[in-house]
Every structure is written in C-alpha cells, then in structure tokens.
C-alpha cells in the first residue's frame, strides 16, 4: 500500500513547535489556534487533574508539550492565559510529589519563563517556588528549585536592588526559621542567605538576623549552618570577588588574531564578546568599591545573642552536640566576644574542665579562650585560667608540644589582657627559655618579649631587656590599668606627616638653590602666611590639656584596683617626680603639632600619605630584634580571630620534616608528572593534548628524509652568488615578518 | 597537471580489460557483498513466534492491551485493538481487567497519529456495554475536548466520531456532567471558529470580520469536515434541550430514593464535595432549565451569527447548518419561557424579600 502524501501546510501545522514559531512572529492571526491549543491544553489539565498519580505516559507527554507551549506566548495573549499562573502554581503545590519528573521540571521551567516573560513578578514566583522547595522529597527537585529561586533573585536585582523583594523573601526565610525551631527546615534558609551573602547580593542586617535566629535553632544542622555563615561567610565573600576578576582577557591576543584569522561572523561575535568584558571589567575596576560590613558587625544586639547562644549550646548540659559543632558555636561566642568586647563572666568558668591535655582538640579550646579574651574582662576571671593551662601544660615532665602549646596560649591571652598573669607565676615561665626543646624555647621567648613591651616590671630585671630597661626609666612605657584605654589625642601620626612636609620644603627650597639665610627668612615667611600666631595657639592649648585630667582619673582609678596594681602605683608615683621635665617637653611637643591639623585641611592625598608613614614608621619600629612572627602577628588584623593552628604552631618549629612532607611540598604547585619524561616531551603532549598544531621547525623536523634530500644536494651546487642573495632574501623576509608578512 | 592525468588514466580504468594473473585471486566485482561475517544475536522482526495455542487468555487481553498503548508499532497497536474488540464483542463479554481500567488505558488512543488506529479504537468503544460507560463519561468527555482543538484536522473529525458514539450510547450523562455543557460547547465554538471571545481578543478593527485562518480554509475536504462538526453540535444541543420524561411515579422506587443505598456512583456529584472547585466552565448542569439559560446567555449569539454564516455557504455545510437552526429554534420558544419563567421567580423573590 503506498503512502499516503501529506500536504505541506498540514504536515507542518501538525507540529507544536512550528505552531509556537508562527504564534511568536504573528500574535494575531493565529489567535484562534492558540485558543485551540488553549482548550487543549484545558482538557489534558483536566484530565490530569483528576488521576494524577496514574497519568499514562502519553498524557504526560501531551501535557508536557502543551504547558510548554501555552507558557512560551503567554504574554502575546494575556486575556486567556490569565489563569494559567494558577494553574501551574496550583499543579506543583498539590501533586509535585506524584508528577512526572520531566513533567514538573517542565512545569517549574515555565513557571521561570513566565517570570522572565514578566507575565508574574518575582514574589509570586518565590512564593510558588519556596514552599515546595521546603517540603518535597525529591532531590533532583530540590536542586533545581534552589537553583531557580537563586538566579530569579539574582536576576531581579541585578540593575538595582529590588528592596521590596528582598525584604519579602528575608521575611519569609526569618519565619521559617523561627516558626519551627526543631525542624531541618531552616537549612535552606541558611543555604539561601549564604549563598546570596556570597554573591553580594545581601549585604545588609536583615539576612544576618536571618543566620542569628538560625545559630539560636534548636536542629544541630541548622545551628552549624547559621554558625558557619558567622565564621566563614565574609571570607567566602571575598574569595568570590576574587574569582570572578581572575580570568583575563589577552586584549593584544584578541586584535592579533583579528587580523590574522579567516574572518567569520562567529569569529567577529566572539571578538565583540571579548571587547565587550574586557570593557566591563575595566568599568569595574575602577568603580567605587562596595562598603560592605563583615556579618559579625551586622548583628544586632551582640551581648544578647553571644549570652543566649552560649546558654542554650554550650552551658547546658542537655545539648547533644558533636564535639566539632560545639567547637564551632564556642569559636562564635568567643569571636563575638573579642570583637564586640562582649562580657560573659560565666563564659571563662566553664572553660575550665576542658582546659586540660587530655581533651580532645584542646587546642581549639586554647585558641577560644584567647579569642574570647579583651582588656574588659576582669582579670580575676581569667587568672585561674592562666593558671591552670599552667599546671596542666607546662611542666618539665609534659611533652614539649604540650608545654609550648600552654606557654603559646598564655602569650596568646596575655597579648590581649597583660593583667591576667602574677610575677610569680610570669617568672617561672619565662625560664622555659633554658629548655632543650625549641618550640618550648621559643614560646617562652615569645613571652617574654611580649611582656618586655607591655608590663615588664613583671620581669625579673635580668629578662627586662635593653629597651624596656630604658623605657622604664624614662617613663615611656607605661603600663594600663583595667578598665583604662589608651585614647589617642589629635590624629595618629600626625607629626610624621608635618615632619615629612617639612622636610619635603627644605629640599624644595634646597633645589632653588636659595642660602640659608633666604631660607630662614621664608620659613617665618610662612608662618605667617597661614595667619595664625603660633605662640597664642600653643599657650591655649597647653590650657585646656591640662583640664583635660585624665591623670586625674587615674589616680581615682587606683583605690578600685585590685593588689596587682599596687607594685606599679609605687613605679607611677615615682617616675613623674624624676621625668617631669621630659614630660613637659613632649606635652609641648604634642601642642605644637597639633597646629597642623587645625591650620590647614588635610586632602586625601595628604591622609594616603599619613596612612603610609605610619606603616613606615610601625615597622621602623619593629626591626631590629623583633622576630618575623612577631611582625606578622602584629600586620594580621585583631577580625581574624585566634585558631588552633596559632596555638599548635610552635611547636613544629624545632622539628624536621620527613621526606614524604619535604617531597610533598616540593611537588607543592607544580604541575603532575605521572612518568619520568623530559620537559620537551611533557610541554609537547600537553600541546596536544589541547588540540594545538606543531611549530613549522618541528614540522620541518618531521619531514621525510627523501623529500629533503634533493634540496640539500641542490643547495651543495650553488655558486657563491646565489648563495648570497639567498642568505640576504632570507634575513629580508624574516625582518618583515616571513612569507605571510605578519608582522605588517 | 597531476591531477588531469589521474583523472584521464580514471576515466579510461572503467574500459580497459582485466588483466587476469596465474596464481592471483580475480579482482572484486564491484556490487560484490561480503557474507563473511560472523555475529553473536540475531534480531527478529516479530514479536512473538510461539504458537498461541493453550497460552492463559487473561495474560493474552493484558498482553494486547499493553501492546495497543506502548506499541511503537502501528500495525501491532492496530492488531491489539482488532483482538480486543474481538474479545469484548463475543458472547459472554471477555473482559478480565474491567471496563474503567480499559478506559483509562485505552483513551489517550483518541488523540493517536495513526488513523487505522484511532478507527480500531472507535469499534472498540462501540463493542463497549452503554451501562459500563456512563459512569465513565466526564473522564471520556475530557479526553473527546482534547482531541476536538487538535492540531490535526483528521484527529479532530475521528475524534468528533467518538463524541457522536457517545451521545448515541449516554446522552443524558453526556451533556449533564461536570464541564460535560460549557466546555463541549467551547470547544465546539472554537473548532467552528465562532468563538466570540477570541475575537475580542484579536481586537481587529478591519472591514473583515472572518478569523479564518489556515486549519478552517473551506476547501472541499474541510466543508465536509465542518459539516459533520456542525451536524454533531446540532446532535449535541439537541441531546442538550430534550425535554426530560418525568418518571411515573413509584412508590417503591421512591421510599428507596431516600431510604436505601444508592446504586449509581457518586449520586451526590451536583454537591461537588470533594472535589476541586468548579468555576463556571466547569460547573455541571443537571437539568434542561439550566442548560438552556446558560446556553442563552453564553451562546446562543454566538452560534446563531455562525448559523447564518454557514447556511449563506450552501452546499453540504448550508444543509448541516440548516439542521442545526431547526433545532435552535425549536428551543428557542422553550428557551423564553424558561427565561420568563425563572425571571418570575426571581420577581416574587424580591417581593417576599
């Protein structure tokens, strides 16, 4: 039986795709076939609707089709379509557990298109999306619902932010964490804040409230969620913004092989790509940089949360955490406690069963401790700490590891709080600097060193040191009581800054080639073109310094303090009878160069400058005997926090590595070399292993014998002449860039 | 140069003898086909080879049965349904799966690419008993809507065919179940092309008020077409407006109606208490009185523009059109009644109100 022929036009009717084609580029004559698909699409909902867990395969397909259909012109006819929103809405809420895998993915992606299409807004769309996100079963719908929720929300703010939205969605997210606390629930609450904190979309406190509720849950993945947005978010952050400025555009690449390559409209597409980012980035690099605040400073009320998390994760003893995610949450408290100079005075007892070398991770706990530490805690809380990481850590007996991992910890907390350490006690351990180890050694030297800087009437004299002797004596170093901060008056380093522009107008005047006599001439010249009488300024202030009274103050300080102040009282009292004169002279100094600041307006020029002599003049300081961990520990900013690493780290230092760890570093960075092979022959098959072509030397290389051997015979023939003019057409045309003239 | 010569010495190959060699194979023929070959299976183009002799007929109708869905061959979808219908039409019936689970196997067939098939499939529904399919018919009447606004203009006709079988066999539960009025009607409008609320949405200002567009072009085949889709709308609306016969009255049969057990399923379907909710499309119109005001308010416009239309085209579709006018207006007198009436009613409700 032959076939029968289909006519052309019905043949191709027959097809939803093409139907959708003719649709898109005429909306209005095929009005009535869209309807027609319309009640189609009707029917087989209906159909579906009414047995939807045994929908046969063929409906599925039919459905599939159609909903595909209706969602890709459903803005061309927005009166029929109205409520197909709804209905697809309606369809994933009720039977996304029962529905075809292709089907629902189908229904999800329309749901996005429609959103694209802006036939609904984003809300509706979140709203439709999240709750199934919560609670479906299905993995695969999982992913690609977060998937689609993520970039809808990255979409939607990305010409501007959509504060509407965001304040929605962060509502929504909020709820959900705080309305069930039990449940797992708030997982993708944490997942969806971190991931839109990552990509800069969320900057601000709301989705940082979001994790708090989330670190306050009662489900231990949803604490550790929340917990390890607060430690590792920011950084996260960072890394991200990293990536994404890494991939490099090879501007002069791109043009080259523009002119040198067959052009092609792809290739011509390609190249306006290229331009294109290369453009893009050059707009972002020198676009202002975004403020953005750490999340540990966005949280509202620290005290309270740093105290109700350490209460409901750590104190009570019906938490069943994991040893790690108690970690975890004590890093939280501890950071939030350094960084907000929080006081939990409860915190530091309940360090105290955990502080011994039998725990596991002890140095996490050391490292807390020390995290956890500020001038403002009282130094009666932490000294039995002090003391115990002693007893149990540091002895003769103990393994030097430990011993420098106790010593190393008590420098740790001391750095932060001098106060927490009796001289007794300082003493013993700073003669842990005659032991055999050298990670021992090195961790008492470390505090002693710390201790020569900050309080060393503790130190026995001979420990003292040279500087601190002096600074003593000349009443330089000068030790803080509790509770006393070192407030700067004026602006830090200013006097570099006048010293510097000093300098920079003698050599000014210096290559005028004026005498010294012009030059003292112009200096007073100058003085009084600023039009300011120095010597009433001085006298004024020198006035209102000494009604400032902060020494006051000290003094009415010293009755509260307790027994560890009153060797140093002894020391104050004496040293400005002795220093008097001094002191006044650098009073006087300090009035002087305040001048500065108020007679002219400083120009971010002039502050750039005055940021960078202070850097100069910080490490002007620490030359010389400080050690280059010292250095580092001072360049690495107070926000970073103490790990364990910090408090584990000396003791590795006397140590030798094995080979393995010496043979693993070398190989550290370097690309892999399965087999023992020359450079040449790796270079070469990674070449093609890339799909490049040889060189035309190796080609040449490669060639066959007999196909070269006429040549040279020939070449043996030539007279002197023609050698000649061979050799200089030779070095002519490699000038110019070969045959091809590339180079032109 | 090279490469004229080759070519010349190629050109002259075909005509030059073979020089045949002592102690050489004799060249290839050129048509020559290699049987050397070795393979592990061999594929057969059947299905089944045995011998159906003593094979369980139970395990046969599933067999076909599955075999006339999932089949991607025609001819073997075809042959199933043949064997069904053969079952389903002997004396007694052989039907070991039921009828509801046949029906809902089977329908998605209505809309199949094949017409053998789509015919196979309409003698299979007409060897059905009528009493197994009324219960069935809101889940056939979906499937008939969506074959009707098929992008196949053969599909819509086959599937028409079907929609005829059914207001033969149930008409009463044909146009009284949910969507089973509004939405048939629909769909009806929108395959005639006298659907006004497309039009409004076209919003064409032109001298033309035609929305004809390439799938109802009158050509010879498509007059045919949409003759029969107006002759069936006219079945359709006929089965629609037929006067219900009170039943006599019994005394049993009432005592029964409050006391006992229904006997149908879903008696209380008019409640609608479980299921979705219906919007007016959807809604069920149980008796003649609604029907018609709902069809007088939605359609009646419509229709009659299209009526007259189709009887100025003469010829088979002027006959078809003339039939549906007939009913249309014997309904029309009962229509205003019914109109007057229930404005009546709503009258002394305001007044007692």
Not at chain 1, 11 to 38: G, H, M, N, T
Not at chain 1, 694 to 712: C, H, I, P, Q, Y
Request: glycine share 4%; with cysteine; charged share 30%.
């Amino acid at each position: 039986m032959p076939k029968r022929k289909v006519a052309a036009l019905e043949k191709v009717d027959a097809d939803l795709v093409s139907l959708q084609y003719k649709i898109r580029r005429d909306p209005k004559s095929y009005a009535q076939e869209f309807y027609d698909q319309w009640l189609a699409y009707d029917a087989q909902r209906q159909i579906f609707i009414s047995s939807p867990s045994s929908a046969s395969s063929e409906d599925n397909k039919k459905f599939h089709d159609l909903v595909d259909l209706v969602a890709h012109v459903a803005d061309l006819y927005p009166d029929v379509t109205a409520p197909y929103f709804d209905h697809l809405k309606e369809l994933l809420t009720q039977h996304h557990a029962v529905l075809n895998p292709d089907l629902r993915e189908k229904v999800v992606g329309s749901l996005s298109l429609l959103r694209r299409k802006d036939v609904i807004d984003s809300t509706s769309l979140l709203t439709t999306l999240f709750p199934i996100l919560i609670s479906t079963p299905s993995k695969s719908l999982r992913s690609l619902l977060y998937t689609k929720i993520i970039s809808d929300l990255r979409e939607s703010n990305s010409k501007a932010t959509n504060h509407k939205l965001n304040r929605t969605i962060q509502t929504v997210l909020h709820n959900l964490v705080t309305s069930d606390r039990t449940s797992t629930k708030g997982m993708w609450a944490c997942r969806i804040t971190r991931e839109l904190w990552r990509r800069q979309i969320w900057t601000d406190a709301r989705p940082c409230d979001v994790m708090k509720e989330a670190c306050l849950s009662d489900n231990e993945k949803v604490v550790v969620g929340g917990v390890r947005f607060f430690l590792g978010g920011d950084k996260e952050r960072e890394e991200m913004e990293d990536d994404s400025s890494d991939e490099e555009i090879d501007i002069k690449k791109v043009k080259h092989q523009g002119t040198i390559n067959k052009k092609t409209k792809k290739r011509q597409r390609a190249t306006e790509k290229a331009m294109e980012k290369i453009k893009k980035q050059e707009r972002k690099k020198h676009a202002p940089h975004p403020l953005n605040f750490s999340a540990l400073h966005l949280i509202h009320d620290p005290q309270g949360f740093a105290e109700q998390l350490f209460q409901k994760h750590l104190q009570n003893t019906k938490c069943k955490f994991s040893l790690d995610n108690k970690l975890l949450v004590l890093q939280l408290v501890t950071r939030l406690v350094g960084l907000h100079k929080l006081t939990i005075i409860s915190l530091y007892p309940w360090f105290t069963k955990y502080l011994t070398p039998k725990q596991p991770s002890v140095t996490s706990f050391l490292a807390s401790l020390a995290q956890a530490t500020h001038n403002h805690v009282p130094p009666d809380a932490i000294e039995p700490l002090v003391i115990k990481i002693a007893n149990e850590f540091v002895s003769e007996a103990s393994a030097a590891e430990v011993a420098s991992a106790g010593i190393n910890s008590i420098r740790e907390v001391a750095l932060r709080q001098p106060l927490c350490m009796s001289e007794t006690l300082l003493q013993d351990l700073v003669m842990y600097q005659k032991s055999k180890d050298k990670g021992v050694v090195m961790a008492a030297k470390g505090l002693q060193s710390l201790y020569r800087e900050v309080y060393p009437e503790l130190l026995q004299k001979k420990f003292r040191g040279k500087e601190a002797t002096m600074g003593l004596k000349s009443g330089e170093v000068k030790r803080l009581k509790f509770g006393e901060e070192q407030v700067e008056s004026g602006i830090e380093g200013i006097e570099l800054l006048e010293k510097y522009k000093e300098e920079q107008r003698l050599k000014k005047l210096a290559e005028k080639g004026e005498d010294a006599d012009g030059d003292a001439k112009m200096n007073d010249d100058d003085d009084d073109e600023d039009g300011f009488n120095s010597d009433e300024w001085e006298v004024a202030s020198n006035d209102s310094d000494s009604s400032t009274g902060w020494i006051n103050v000290e003094h009415s300080d010293d009755e509260d303090e307790g027994p560890a102040a009153k060797k140093q009282r002894r020391d104050s009292s004496a040293a400005p009878d002795l220093i008097s004169d001094e002191a006044m002279a650098t009073a006087a100094e300090a009035n002087r160069i305040s001048k500065l600041a108020m007679t002219t307006i400083l120009t971010p020029a002039d502050l750039a400058k005055l940021a960078e002599l202070r850097r100069e003049a910080q490490l002007d300081k620490m030359t010389g005997n400080v050690s280059k961990r010292r250095q580092e520990l001072i360049a690495k900013h107070i926000e970073d926090g103490v790990t364990a690493d910090d408090i584990e780290l000396p003791a590795q230092i006397g140590k030798k590595s094995t080979k393995e760890e010496r043979v693993a570093m070398a190989k550290d960075g370097k690309p892999g070399r399965e087999e023992h092979k020359s450079t040449q022959a790796i270079r070469k098959s990674k070449k093609e292993a890339e799909g490049k072509s040889s060189t035309n030397k190796e080609k040449a290389r490669k060639k066959n014998f007999l196909m070269t051997v006429g040549k040279a015979r020939a070449k043996h023939k030539r007279s002197l002449v023609d050698t000649k003019k061979r050799l200089t057409a030779h070095i002519a045309r490699s000038k110019s860039g070969g045959r091809r003239r590339n180079g032109m | 140069m090279g490469s004229s010569n080759k070519k010349k010495k190629e050109k002259k190959k075909d005509f030059n003898k073979a020089k045949l060699k002592v102690g050489k194979a004799k060249a290839k023929a050129a048509n020559f086909t290699d049987t050397s070959f070795k393979s592990k299976s061999i594929v057969v183009n059947q299905h089944t080879l045995a011998a159906l002799d003593g094979v369980d007929l139970v395990g046969l109708f599933k067999q076909h049965l599955n075999q006339a869905i999932n089949s991607k061959s025609d001819k073997l979808r075809q042959e199933a349904l043949v064997q069904l219908t053969k079952d389903l039409s002997s004396k007694p019936i052989f039907n070991p799966v039921g009828v509801p689970n046949l029906l809902t196997k089977l329908l998605p067939l209505i809309t199949d690419s094949v017409a053998n098939v789509r015919t196979n499939f309409l003698k299979l529904l007409r060897a059905l008993p009528p009493s197994d399919v009324a219960p069935h018919v809101e889940k056939i009447l979906m499937y008939i809507r969506g074959g009707m606004t098929h992008l196949s203009t053969e599909i819509r006709s086959d599937t028409l065919s079907v929609l005829d079988w059914l207001i033969d066999v149930c008409p009463d539960e044909t146009v009284s179940c949910p969507g089973g009025w509004l939405k048939t009607l629909n769909s009806f409008s929108s395959m005639l092309g006298w659907n006004p609320s497309v039009a409004s949405t076209l919003s064409v200002k032109g001298w033309t008020s035609a929305t004809k567009t390439s799938l109802n072009k009158v050509s010879k085949k498509n007059g045919e077409a949409q003759a029969k889709q107006i002759t069936i709308l006219a079945k359709f609306l006929e089965a629609g407006f037929r006067p219900e016969t009170p039943l006599p009255y019994d005394e049993q049969r009432y005592w029964d109606s409050i006391y006992r057990m229904p006997t149908t399923p879903n008696p209380f379907a008019y409640l609608n208490l479980w299921g979705a909710q219906r919007d007016q499309d959807g809604e069920m119109y149980p008796d003649r009185i609604s029907r018609q005001q709902v069809f007088e308010r939605k359609w009646r416009a419509a229709i009659k523009t299209g009526v007259m239309g189709a009887k100025q085209e003469g010829g088979v579709i002027g006959r078809a059109a003339s039939v549906l006018d007939k009913v249309l207006r014997t309904t029309e007198e009962g229509a205003k009644k019914v109109v007057e009436e229930q404005e009546k009613v709503e009258e002394v409700e305001e007044v007692e109100a």
